[in-house]
Structure formats: C-alpha cells, structure tokens
C-alpha cells in the first residue's frame, strides 16, 4: 500500500487537534500503544507542581520496551511536560480537591499490516483538568470477585501500563455492574488471590490475633502493575511503622506492612472473625478508594467504614499523602513546576 | 476536553485516505481495536471467490462483544467487502499464488480519557494484493520454545481476534530471532503445554506405536484462537480419514485427527523415539507452515521435512485446501464474488 503520510513520522497532526493515520496504522490493528496517568498540582500560594513525574516516565519505558515501542529520555519528557504545563497553567484549577490531569501517551504510526516493531511512533501528551474524585466525601464501593476472567497471568503483561491490559476488562466491569457491583475485584488462579481492583492497586488491612494491624498488598509478581500511588502508600506506610516518619492520625499499636501473596479464603476467614479491618484500592485518578462490600461466590462479605466512608488507616495516609500532593506538607516526591 | 469531531462518530476520514481521530480516542489508550484477515481469489477463469468469509464475521462479533464494541450483520457486511471487492477487482492479481488479502477492522473512536464501551467505532476493511508466502517452495522454519512468555492464559482474550493479543508477542518474537529463531513457540504452564505457532495454530503428526499417523492440534480452551485455517485443516483431515472425502496423495494406511492438550514432553519424546512425524503452523497468510527445529530448554529438537519442505500430510492437505481456495476444487467455502 502506498502512504500518503510523511516519512518517517506516520501521522499527520491536523490544526484542529486531531491526529491522522493511515487505516494500517499498528496501532490499530496490533495495540501499540501505552499511557501514563500523573497529576500537577497548585498549592495555596499558587505555586505549581507534579508528583512523582520521574515514576511515571521509568514505568513508561518499561512498557515501551515490553511492546517494542522506542524508549526515551525520561528527564527530557518531564522538562517538556513542565513547559506544557506551563502553558496550559490557567487550565490547573485552584480549589480544593482539583488538579490538572496528564496523559502521556506513546503510540505506533507506522501503516504496515506486517507484524514487527513500528518504525514510527508518537509520543504525546494530554492534559485536562480533573475535579475532586469524590465530591461529597469518601463513598465505599462494592466490588464484585470475578473468578471467570483473569486480568493478568504469569509471563504476560500485567505488570505494564499498555493498552491492550485495559480493553478486556470492560466488559467484565460492565457484568459486575450488571450484578449490583461498583467495579470488579480481580481473582486469580484457583486459590482466588487478590490481585487488582478494576484498574487500580488492592490493600487489605488485617487485625492479626495479637491485635497488632497489617496491611496488606499483593506483590509485585509480574501480574501486577507497580502503582505509584501504591508505592507511595507503602513508603509512607513503612516510614510510619518504623517511626521514621510518623502519620498524623494513625491508631495506636504497632502497624506491620507486607507485601504478600493474600487469597480469598484469607479474606473471608478475617471477615467472618471481624478481623478485616480495611480493603481498599489505590490509584492516581481516586488516590484511595475504599471498599464496604465484595460479593464472592455467591455472597457478599462487609467491611466496616467509617462516616466518612474511610477506614482507620486509610484515612491517615489518604490525609498525608494528598498534603503532600498537594503541597501542604514539604516532601522530595513535589516536583517544582513553576 | 472538547471535541472538534462529528458526533457520534468520533472520527473524520479524510480525502487523503487517512483516519483523524481525537488524542483521547478509545484505541489509543484502551486498545479498543480488533481485526480479521481472509483471502479473496481469482480462478482461472476470472471467476472471484472469498474463502469462508462468514467464519470471520462470526469470530469478529465474538471479538467485538468481548472488548465492549459493538456487534453488527456479518451477511451485511460480507456484502459490503463484496462491492468492496468489486470495485477494486483490477487489484486481485491473476498468477498463481497471489490473492487480495482483505483486513477488516474496527475501532473504538469515541474521545474519552474514562474506561468505559466507547460510545463510537469504526469499522472498516482494507485490501491488498499479495503475494506466495513462498516464493521458491516451501521454505520450514525453526521456533524457539517460549517458556519465559505466555500468549494466552485462562480467562483471558487468547481466544479473540483482539488487537491486544498482538504488541506483547513482537518483542518475544524479537528474542526468539536474537537466538537464532525465525518465530516462537508459545508453551504454556508447568508442563509446557504447545499453544500456538507465533501468530498461528499449531499441529502435529505423531506417529503411533501401531503406526498409525495421529495428526494433533491443542483444543480451543479458552487460549487459542479458533482459526479459519485450523477449522479447515481439521475438517478436511477428518473427512479424508472416515473416508467421506478421500484427500489425494494422502499416505495409505489409518489417519487419526484429534484435538487434545499436547505437552513439550511428549513432543521431545517422540522426536527421540523417531515418532514426530510433522510439526507445522496453519493460518491465513501461510496456510501451512512447516516446521523443521524446535529450540526446547537449551537443544534442538529437529523434524523431518520433504525435499520440498512440506510432509507427508501436509503435503497433500494443502495442495488439497489451497485447491479450494482458488477454485480448482468446488467447495461450499468458496463463497462467489461475482
């Protein structure tokens, strides 16, 4: 087939916004494609920054080289999201809750109906002001434990921001809603372990027979994908527990903070002894989510919230961790826009 | 984020033959995209042919409905690619072993950054002459036996003609060449269970303690795709051995057709008992695929091939589909273009 595209780009980006591509474009045919989700925020005295950009773009590469996308300089792309925001600063709205969305996005150009890796690729990125992700306080969700599809699998791509991790799982979240369920709890293997809530991190906090409190996250085994907000909860988390660095708020007791394989029946059993104290999803569009319901094999177990939807260790470091994002509480992870 | 595009349709086609679409567009960041390949033939006397273009509509819809796209008239659309064909008949070249190779594809287009069943597609079908796969015979090729890798898992899409199954196999391709492969071998699970050949099915010829030719392909369980290709070969096979149809050249004596779970253990044993008579790919583009070296766990297992690169059944079963396929031998596959 003969393109009319320029070569060697594979696209043509039009002044309306739009970006064309030829029908054969890999991305289309094969999912050549990845994103990132950050977040810029601006602080009371209107300055501006990112959290964690550098985590996004080494995650980024990562996917790019697992689907044979070109990497790139890291640091480069994060001096050229600066300068877009900087651009687009009057879209970052300033009241509470608010931020600017960023989508950086790589994609393959090239129009082949071959198989191989795209000799043309874009990268761009999308921003796009959010708003607070719960409006009127925190609302718990029900999630539903599918058991008939599994996300990820070992040897495949869980681990990876790609888009083909994303597709599958819509119609499994639109079958939960059709049983009564918010989004889908992810089960893998036949000893159903927890590994992903919809599209974001799963945390679990037991209340051990000692009653000292755990809490809990699957593993980074290949099938799950290395959230930044969950390793931003667990850095946090273990900088407490250490008294490194103590959380406002947190309950008195020793905290213990795992990374562990954690199975349904696991979750069940410290159900039904009243010693499942939180369940929760982590992600950069809700922070933290909370869970009060999973229906699992035909039945649904309850986790207790709080009135405003949270659980005692949830609530802490959602608290501490927004401060930070937002700028209330000095920390390395703020990257100064402007 | 506002959109410049036509609602509903989310995307704008425009003279040059290109596609624009919004940066947010469903198949860039959720690979919302699937695809289908047939073949269509000009016979010796210019009459045109599709080859069981209603087994790809019917796989197409179970691929739609399983990414949350939607589903649509196979017949009506079997009907377009005919006016389609039509149109550009001049392109189906006359020499033997050329054809048009038809994709169609559909695409999620609607611009959004939520996961959600895009509330816009396209669906659309390019042509293109092709060529023989072998130019100069049959040329087998050596796989490497993917263990590291998985295509395919329970639960997941391995059973869709989905974009997503694409990008993560170009990189472990990639490996399988840096060794000296020409394509990889997907084994999956503990007992390294044979899957797919690359980008198509596999089968295998054993040759049974009594004799007896066994002519093998793993069951569609959920991890392999139901493959045109494969269903023919298979259907074929089956009505030359109850000897409904009598398959020319086909080697005298009992031929058994199965489908079941076949692992690396049993081919590695039969390679060293004299027992594996064929390995070989089916799909589209090839038909048939010999193959000649298996890389397994650090040494190569080696298949016998013909002076032509085929064998003993193989042979004879694709001289006997490509026969139909381009009108030598009627066949209710063959479905009149005009």
């Given amino acids: 087939m003969q393109s009319s595209l320029p070569d060697p780009l594979g696209y043509i980006s039009h002044a309306d916004g739009t970006i064309a591509l030829e029908p054969s474009a890999t991305v289309f045919h094969y999912a050549q494609g990845l994103f990132e989700g950050l977040k810029a925020y601006r602080d009371a005295n209107g300055k501006i920054t990112m959290f964690r950009p550098d985590m996004n773009m080494k995650r980024m590469n990562a996917s790019a080289e697992r689907v044979a996308l070109p990497t790139f300089d890291g640091d480069a792309v ?68 599918t058991t008939e599809y599994t996300r990820a699998s070992p040897g495949g791509i869980g ?22 369920y918010i989004q ?31 809490l809990v996250t699957p593993p980074l085994d290949g099938m799950i994908l290395p959230g930044v907000t969950r390793d ?7 900088d407490h527990a250490s008294g490194k660095a103590p959380i406002e708020g947190m309950p008195e007791g020793k905290l213990v ?38 229906g ?31 700028g209330k509480i000095p920390h390395e992870w703020s990257v100064a826009v402007e």
């Fill in 296 to 326: 699992y094999e035909g039945e649904d177990l309850h986790i207790p919230t709080g009135p405003d939807g949270m659980g005692v260790i949830s609530r802490p470091i959602w608290k501490h961790l927004v401060g930070i994002q937002t």
């Fill in 232 to 238: 931003s909860v667990l850095a946090l988390a273990r």
């Fill in 257 to 294: 903070v795992t990374e562990r394989p954690v199975t349904m029946k696991e979750v069940k059993k410290a159900a039904e002894e009243g010693r499942l104290v939180e369940f929760f999803g982590t992600g950069t569009a809700a922070v933290i989510s909370p869970v009060d319901r999973i």
């Fill in 78 to 145: 994060i001096e050229l999201m600066k300068q877009l925001i900087r651009l687009d600063k009057h879209w970052i709205p300033d009241q509470e809750g608010y931020s600017l969305y960023i989508r950086p996005t790589m994609i393959g150009t090239e129009a082949a109906l071959g198989i191989h890796p795209p000799n043309a690729a874009l990268l761009y990125v999308i921003c796009s002001p959010v708003g607070p992700y719960y409006r009127h306080g925190f609302k718990p969700v029900a999630l539903y434990g």
């Fill in 159 to 180: 681990a990876y921001k790609l888009s083909a991790n994303y597709a599958p799982g819509v119609m499994v979240q639109k079958e939960a809603a059709k049983k009564g």
């Fill in 184 to 214: 889908n709890l992810w089960l893998y293997g036949p000893e159903h372990h927890v590994t992903e809530v919809g599209t974001m991190n799963a945390f679990i906090v037991f209340k051990q027979a000692d009653g000292v409190l755990e």
